[in-house]
């Protein structure tokens, strides 16, 4: 069974970073890691959650700690990141 990464930040513009989000999936697909889901929050309207499935534990821990990532991100307006690793029961 696959692992899977839940991920949660607050963003600047929730439309724009999805544009962004979207324009990077053949990179978080090359690090082995495949988009099962994406959410906005209802309740807090520029609030981001996706949840990933994830092949290669070590390609995507590297890809979501990697500093070109970080850079991205704080361009963007990106903040409040959570990244919580989950493993089958």
């Not at 099962?36 to 979501?64: C, G, N, Y």
């Not at 970080?70 to 990106?78: F, P």
């Amino acid at each position: 069974m696959a692992t899977h990464i839940l991920w949660q930040a607050d963003v600047a513009d929730f439309d724009a970073w999805l544009d962004v989000f979207k324009a990077d999936a053949k990179n978080r697909k090359a690090s082995g890691i495949a988009d099962l889901h994406v959410w906005s929050d209802p309740d807090k309207k520029d609030h981001a959650v996706a949840l990933f499935a994830v092949t290669d534990l070590d390609r995507a821990r590297a890809f979501f700690d990697s500093e070109e990532l970080a850079m991205h991100m704080e361009r963007d307006g990106v903040v409040n990141v959570t990244v919580k690793m989950l493993t089958p029961a």
